[in-house]
């Protein structure tokens, strides 16, 4: 079987599976599982671009995810006015001090040469400079906003924009962290940058939890906007009662149906976009520049290729994918929650779409991030119904069968672990491996 019939039968089982969920369970769980296999599919290609293109280990996913749920709250939230009234002066000014020393530093150290000493002294200076204006400035005003109604409030929010502004401002401000971590992290040896992008992501997520100013905190952002229509709103539509009419369906159900439709769609055609984008990349000069940095950065760089600056521009560029994917789940459950964001569900399991799914292969990639969350939601509830099946001959009131049941949960680790081992054990590239050259 050739490597297009294997994707064809492989994607045609992933939408099998997806409509048998539909008939057996309902088509409700079916389309939220659908949701969140496209952005697990989209995180999964940002991991894939800077592993599968680059080889950089990027253990951070979770933290760029978060900042591209940020995004969200910066800008599609309903701001505050009372803490913008009680804070403004202070956080301008102090957002000029930073940006104004940023760009000293920049500016001076292109007009002047300096030696590594005196550049890292100069570094030095310049968050000093930043750290003492926040500390002046942000701490008092700080602590007015979060002053504000706590219960409800007790941060700026955003700039009550369009949440599909959101789609944009996420990936530029997770790219602007990738670059700041890339300069300081990829001269790392490659176990040495798995750990800093873990700790810098593990930093990211906690400065969240706890500058309720910015986030609230553990106390979550709710209510933010949707790019589709509420329930409640389609509802109460006249068109939408007579359209359920047609297709002969309760109005409350149907409506779920139709909102989860509509995300549906967005996130197709944001996948479909950047499934364009990456595979015309990857299969450019510039892609296969790409993979020979990877595959030997000796002979690249004696080819006259800056190692350094091609990895800081994928790492960038994977960065970006990641935080969409993370404004994109924000917008889909319509709240951020800081507490939310744990290595297993951001990190690692995203790294098991990438790998389950083939490194380096785009179209793997997203397979992966199918497969793994479906199987990642689905565990639980087929492995109850297995476990009740194997225990029914010890007894409907045994404590074993009822503790193995309320523990299903469990299996979804089991299950990944297998699942993973299956595939590295007979397939160790991967459902769909990489695939150099012309498809065939």
């Not at 890339?182 to 997520?205: F, N, P």
């Not at 099946?389 to 074993?400: D, M, N, R």
Request: aromatic share 10%; hydrophobic share 55%.
């Amino acid at each position: 079987m050739n490597y297009l019939h294997s994707r064809t039968l492989l994607f045609s089982v992933t939408a099998l599976l997806l409509m048998t969920v539909g008939f057996v369970q309902s088509w409700n769980v079916a389309l939220t599982i659908l949701n969140l296999c496209l952005i697990s599919a989209v995180m999964a290609l940002g991991v894939n671009i800077q592993w599968g293109y680059a080889g950089l280990v990027n253990f951070g996913a979770m933290g760029f995810a978060a900042l591209g749920g940020l995004a969200v709250v910066l800008i599609a939230a309903a701001p505050v006015e009372e803490a913008w009234r009680a804070s403004s002066t202070q956080i301008m000014f102090c957002s000029v001090v930073t940006i104004a020393a940023a760009s000293a530093y920049f500016v001076v150290t292109r007009l002047f040469v300096f030696t590594l000493a005196s550049k890292k002294a100069l570094a030095f200076f310049t968050i000093g400079i930043v750290v003492v204006s926040s500390i002046t400035l942000m701490g008092p005003a700080i602590r007015k906003i979060e002053s504000i109604d706590p219960s409800l409030y007790g941060y700026l929010g955003g700039l009550g924009l369009p949440v599909l502004l959101s789609w944009i401002a996420g990936p530029m401000l997770a790219a602007g962290a990738g670059w700041l971590i890339g300069k300081v992290a990829l001269g790392l040896r490659l176990d040495y940058l798995a750990i800093a992008t873990l700790g810098i992501s593990e930093i990211v997520v906690t400065l969240l939890k706890n500058e309720d100013w910015l986030s609230r905190g553990v106390k979550n952002v709710v209510g933010l906007p949707r790019p589709v229509p509420f329930e409640i709103d389609l509802q109460r539509a006249e068109w939408f009662q007579h359209l359920a009419e047609i297709v002969s369906q309760p109005v409350d159900s149907f409506s779920s149906i139709f909102v989860k439709l509509c995300f549906a769609g967005l996130f197709v055609v944001v996948l479909a976009l950047l499934m364009w984008l990456t595979e015309s990349a990857l299969h450019s000069p510039w892609g296969r520049m790409i993979r020979a940095v990877r595959d030997n950065e000796v002979a690249a760089s004696a080819m006259g290729k800056d190692i350094k600056k091609v990895h800081l521009r994928i790492f960038v560029l994977g960065s970006a994918v990641i935080g969409l994917a993370g404004a994109m789940l924000v917008t889909l459950d319509g709240q951020f929650t800081p507490g939310a964001y744990q290595p297993l569900r951001f990190t690692f399991l995203v790294w098991i779409m990438v790998i389950l799914g083939g490194s380096g292969n785009n179209w793997g990639s997203v397979l992966g991030g199918f497969f793994v969350w479906f199987f990642w939601v689905e565990a639980e509830p087929l492995g109850a119904w297995l476990i009740d099946i194997l225990t029914l001959g010890i007894g409907e009131e045994s404590a074993l069968r009822q503790h193995l049941i309320h523990n299903a949960a469990q299996m979804r680790l089991i299950v990944m672990g297998l699942l993973l081992l299956f595939v590295m054990r007979f397939m160790p590239l991967g459902l769909l491996p990489e695939k150099i050259g012309k498809v065939s």
